[in-house]
């Protein structure tokens, strides 16, 4: 009886948190069908576009001088904008199809990484690039990424507390690659190749600490993969409840969010595997793709 009280009394707090937490949070987001930055405010649930791009945002970062990292995947730039001085900046120009990015981490080969460098997958060529901030300069960053078979391509980027890099091939397969050197550690492979089935965004979440995927693809995906940083399985859930889920961010908290179909922002609470509510959490914003929390709302 005391372990059934104690379990009751555990998630009547899981929902007062996700009543009283889930809806303070702020973001950045980008919109691709407007090519709108924005600034989305779960407390008022309302979308204020900040800047307007001349493309179509894909995947936006937020440095610790709060200026936004953010990519134009069809127009094949790399931009800043920084919200303060209203300023915008080309960052780099001549890329094949830039999509999601993640701050480096500190290592070896790259100990001031994560102040300088960002790393950015060219989807449509299975590349990642890695881009100096303070130079204005890249390299490749290894070998193309997929195969013949398969399709070359990277989507999702992610390290975790320990310096290790994971990205997401070819759709269906997780890897672990090298920081330095690009080569690849270890593979995962999530289900049969089939068209876009599989990973999307992918983020470490420190809550749970595990890697997350956005399961993007036919109805039977639709939802969010957990995967250990081992890569030695991995679990699915709100299998079909998540439509066209894309970019990803934790919270560190328990909480995931998550752009979705083009038009809304969604939220996911990790102990209760339940999608947040109220509906504020679930709100509507056009064209979201990649979205970035803002420090000191969460």
Same mark, same amino acid.
């Not at 330095?180 to 809550?207: F, Q, S, W």
């Not at 859930?237 to 998550?258: A, H, M, W």
């Given at each position: ?42 407390? !008022? ?5 900040? @800047?307007?791009?001349? +493309?179509?945002?894909?995947? $936006?970062?937020? *440095?610790?001088? =709060? #200026? ?22 080309i960052l780099a120009t001549g890329l094949k199809s830039p999509r999601d990015m ?84 270890? !593979? ?5 190749? @089939?068209?876009?089935? +599989?990973?999307?965004?992918? $983020?470490?979440? *420190?809550?749970? =600490? #595990? ?88």
């Amino acid at each position: 009886m005391k372990n059934i009280s104690r379990i009751l009394i555990v998630n009547v707090l899981v929902l007062l948190g996700l009543v009283a937490g889930s809806v303070a949070q702020q973001f950045y987001a980008t919109s691709e069908t407007t090519g709108n930055l924005d600034l989305v405010n779960l407390a !008022t649930g309302t979308v204020s576009s900040i @800047y307007t791009a001349a +493309g179509k945002p894909d995947s $936006v970062l937020l *440095t610790s001088q =709060g #200026q936004l990292i953010y990519d134009l995947s069809p127009q094949g730039i790399l931009a800043s904008y920084d919200p303060s001085s209203q300023t915008n900046t080309i960052l780099a120009t001549g890329l094949k199809s830039p999509r999601d990015m993640v701050f480096d981490v500190p290592t070896a080969c790259n100990p001031n990484a994560n102040a300088n460098t960002v790393l950015v997958s060219e989807y449509s060529i299975g590349q990642i690039i890695r881009y100096n901030l303070i130079t204005h300069t890249f390299v490749k960053l290894g070998a193309q990424l997929g195969s013949k078979t398969n399709g070359f391509s990277v989507d999702g980027l992610a390290y975790d507390p320990a310096g290790h890099l994971f990205a997401i091939v070819s759709h269906n397969t997780v890897v672990q690659l090298n920081p330095c050197t690009g080569a690849v550690l270890k !593979t995962l492979v999530l289900e049969p190749h @089939y068209r876009v089935n +599989g990973g999307d965004g992918m $983020v470490y979440d *420190t809550y749970s =600490g #595990q890697l997350w995927i956005s399961h993007d693809g036919t109805d039977n995906a639709k939802g969010l993969i957990e995967v250990p940083t081992d890569l030695s399985s991995f679990s699915l859930f709100q299998v079909g409840k998540i439509p066209v889920p894309d970019g990803i961010v934790s919270d560190g908290k328990g909480n995931l969010y998550i752009g979705a179909g083009l038009q809304r922002l969604m939220g996911y609470n990790i102990p209760s595997d339940t999608l947040l509510q109220p509906s504020a959490s679930s709100l509507k914003v056009p064209g979201i793709d990649s979205l970035v929390l803002i420090p000191g709302t969460y």
